[in-house]
């Protein structure tokens, strides 16, 4: 079967640096997403990667590794508006998105 | 206004009651979406319609009957819902459909929170 994997919740402190992980395992890969969404509202996007490395957008940065299967979303100078929940998703070989249950951070002052 | 607009933003019914979600964006895509999200759990993508033509049924039960009139709009017609129905519907665009080669980024609206009773 096809699998995202996250954390369920994470805190961390104002002004600190917070890195999330995603794992998957799907047939085959397409692209990656973060999604961010406060509670009450849309998500909304944030970054894209299909090819290896880092990607860098303002505070915000996603890191991708295909042979591992693996991305981060790395959260630099922690706001107490980052406080959302941040959702994984896979576009796999069929290019159907897979969706990971997404990683509520909880920002403390 | 702009963006995905979703209405009602709250719903509460009854097991028997027949209600309707509405779905309205304006950001002239072609692709619209209906998602379930229930809490600690991935969105289930539920309906997909590319050009108002049905694309996609996730093996949703008939009790969600969906309408895509024109490409702006979108409706989830809701009949003998179950209580484990309650969740959040999330409605979305983007500029083609899933198979899309390239970001094809979502566009959500801010969702309908059923609750039935």
């Known amino acids: 079967g096809q699998n995202i994997d996250q954390p369920t919740e994470m805190t961390a402190t104002e002004g600190a640096i917070v890195q999330i992980n995603c794992t998957y395992q799907?047939?085959?890969?397409?692209?990656l997403f973060w999604y961010q969404q406060h509670a009450g509202e849309a998500p909304t996007f944030l970054s894209y990667?299909?090819l290896d490395g880092l990607e860098e957008k303002g505070r915000f940065s996603s890191f991708l590794s295909r042979s591992k299967g693996y991305s981060y979303l790395l959260l630099k100078e922690l706001q107490m508006k980052d406080s959302a929940s941040y959702l994984c998703?896979?576009?796999?070989?069929?290019?159907?998105?897979?969706w990971g249950a997404g990683t509520k951070l909880i920002i403390k002052p | 206004e702009t963006g995905v607009t979703q209405t009602p933003r709250h719903l509460v019914m009854g097991m028997t009651n027949k209600k309707s979600l509405k779905c309205e964006q304006h950001?002239?895509?072609?692709?619209m979406y209906w998602y379930k999200q229930s809490a600690k759990k991935p969105l289930e993508l539920m309906f997909v319609?590319?050009?108002?033509?049905?694309?996609e049924n996730n093996s949703v039960p008939s009790r969600f009957s969906p309408e895509c009139p024109n490409s702006s709009h979108l409706f989830l017609h809701l009949h003998t819902l179950q209580p484990e129905d309650s969740a959040l519907y999330l409605c979305?665009?983007?500029?083609?459909?899933?198979?899309?080669?390239?970001?094809?980024?979502?566009?959500f609206g801010a969702g309908s929170r059923l609750t039935v009773l």
């Open positions: 990667n299909v």
């Open positions: 950001l002239g895509h072609n692709a």
């Open positions: 799907t047939s085959g890969f397409n692209g």
């Open positions: 319609y590319n050009f108002k033509e049905q694309t």
């Open positions: 998703a896979v576009k796999d070989s069929n290019y159907q998105l897979i």
């Open positions: 979305a665009s983007s500029q083609g459909t899933e198979d899309y080669s390239g970001a094809n980024v979502l566009t």
